[in-house]
């Protein structure tokens, strides 16, 4: 997708704004996963990277777990995350970035 019709989607875009790194890296592929229906679109910006997708954004334990190979606590994702765009609802299995009117 061009950066024009991004602008023209954006107001609709959601999720997480990730540290750059390799958690991040393990989040894109999550969210792709978990997200199947959904164009997912990744914005790099240097020191971080937007990952977002069109109005519902899902990102499970179970895939950062299958995508970094280990146990991981879904809560961690606060420390590198110093931003998202919609509303957020977390539990332990689960992140969700919506957007709502």
């Known amino acids: 997708m061009n950066s024009e019709d991004h602008t023209e989607m954006d107001e609709n875009l959601v999720g997480p704004v990730i540290r750059t790194g390799a958690l991040a890296e393990a989040v894109i592929d999550a969210v792709i ?7 997912v679109f990744v914005i790099e910006r240097g020191d971080y990277v937007r990952i977002h997708t069109d ?3 899902i990102l ?5 777990e299958k995508h970094l190979g280990r146990n991981f606590d879904l809560a961690m994702i ?15 299995e689960q992140m969700r970035w919506y957007y709502a009117t």
Do not use: V
């Not at 996963?33 to 164009?39: A, I, L, T, W």
């Not at 606060?78 to 332990?92: D, H, N, W």
């Open 78 to 92: 606060e420390a590198e995350m110093p931003s998202f765009k919609g509303r957020m609802q977390s539990t332990t």
């Open 55 to 57: 109005h519902d954004c």
């Open 33 to 39: 996963d978990d997200n199947p229906e959904r164009e």
């Open 60 to 64: 499970t334990k179970a895939s950062m």
